[in-house]
């Protein structure tokens, strides 16, 4: 009984004990949340508005606006026009319209001779003057005494007088001391399919770059292609300067680096010329000393290197006109070396002793095949005795 009275009270305690439980649960209904939190907004709003002094308060922040930039333009680089190519003005006649530049020769020479000769008595004084004339215009004692001589015996025999007559018998002497039966033309034509080569050799300060860029204009004005080769390789603008001449006839030019092997340039330019089919290959070579035996060996070594390919149709002694009878051992040293076929004598235009061209062709046995009578690009002229004797006496009477 007692254990039935147990399980009862104990049981009762359970069913109590859960409706206690379950009774506050119908009383709340839904289950409540928590509030959401405050916003930003409100927490700021809270806030106390800080008191800010016066001198506290920071000054107004200034901002640059850059301007609008202009336009920048980019500069396009001008289309340059190819190079202006000259035509030289033909060869024939240029020593006639060059007459004018050997009025100092005129003068001198010419002039000189004609008023002796045109005295009533020719007393030996009057052909000693004669004489000191001719050799004072470097025509050279041994030439002087041939002119002289077949003067006076002219003179003797024919009785001539007249200031014509006397200007013809002159004119006759003189051009036969210039040898006119000389060979004279620029051999510049091509053999088989090699072109000429011609080699320009002289010495320091004879003008040898700028009159070997006047030959080219020469051959240009006579129909012939050219190539031109700076085997001047020594003197840093040699090179350039040639370039600058052969550029306005329209030449190429063959170059090395500086102080290269002249003879390896001048062995370029020939094969080069042979290349593009060019009737004549012009090679500018260093000015020297012909006193200097290791650089005349040197240009013997560039002729010989460039025969390799073919012969060397002209070798050209540049001359300076003004430097007179030393001419003479320049002209003689070069012809040993190099086997000098024909002389360009310069500067003809800025001296009184135009005589020199007799000297250098009776002396050596070379012709003058060139003259240059200026500073103008084209003033070279081939050299005609007939021509330039005529220039040197002036109009006759």
């Known amino acids: 009984m007692e254990y039935v009275v147990i399980a009862l009270i104990t049981l009762g305690v359970l069913i109590l004990a859960g409706a206690g439980l379950v009774i506050p649960r119908f009383r709340r209904g839904k289950p409540t949340l928590p509030p959401p939190p405050p916003s930003a907004a409100e927490v700021i709003g809270k806030r106390p508005t800080p008191t800010v002094e016066p001198d506290q308060v920071a000054p ?34 240029r020593l006639v319209r060059l007459r004018a530049r050997l009025a100092r020769s005129q003068s001198t020479l010419g002039k000189g001779l004609l008023t002796l000769l045109s005295r009533d008595r020719l007393d030996e004084d ?18 002087t005494m041939v002119i002289v001589e077949r003067l006076r015996d002219r003179v003797r025999v024919l009785g001539t007088r007249t ?12 051009v036969a001391a210039l040898e006119p039966q000389l060979d ?54 040699a090179a350039d300067q040639l370039a600058t001449w052969a550029g306005r006839v329209g030449a190429e030019v063959v170059r090395g680096r500086e102080g290269g092997d002249p003879a390896a340039v001048a062995f370029d330019a020939v094969r080069r010329g042979a290349e593009v089919g060019v009737d004549t290959v012009l090679i500018d070579t260093a000015g020297r000393l012909q006193n200097k035996v290791g650089l005349m060996d040197e240009l013997g070594k560039v002729k010989r290197v460039v025969e390799k390919q073919g012969p060397v149709d002209e070798t050209l002694l540049v001359l300076d006109a003004t430097t007179g009878q030393n001419g003479l051992e320049q002209a003689r040293v070069f ?30 046995g070379i012709p003058v095949k060139l003259v240059g009578l200026g500073e103008g690009p084209d003033d070279l002229a081939p050299f005609e005795p007939v021509q330039f004797v005529d220039a040197l006496l002036g109009p006759a009477a």
């Open 60 to 93: 107004p922040v200034e901002i640059e606006v850059e301007a609008p930039t202009a336009e920048v333009e980019v500069e396009v680089p001008a289309v340059l026009p190819p190079p202006v190519i000259e035509r030289p003005e033909p060869t024939v006649g």
């Open 126 to 143: 009057a052909w000693e003057e004669i004489e000191e004339i001719l050799i004072t215009a470097d025509v050279g004692i041994e030439a």
């Open 163 to 174: 200031p014509a007559e006397l200007r013809v018998l002159l004119s006759e002497e003189l």
């Open 184 to 237: 004279r033309t620029l051999k510049s034509i091509p053999t088989g399919t090699n072109p000429a080569v011609l080699l320009v050799v002289g010495v320091n300060g004879s003008g040898k770059t700028t009159t070997c860029g006047k030959i080219a204009r020469v051959l240009v004005a006579d129909g012939r292609s050219v190539l031109l080769g700076a085997a001047d390789t020594f003197r840093a603008a």
């Open 335 to 364: 012809t040993e070396v190099v086997d000098v076929t024909g002389v360009v004598l310069t500067k003809l235009d800025g001296t009184a002793k135009g005589g020199i061209v007799i000297a250098v062709q009776r002396k050596l």
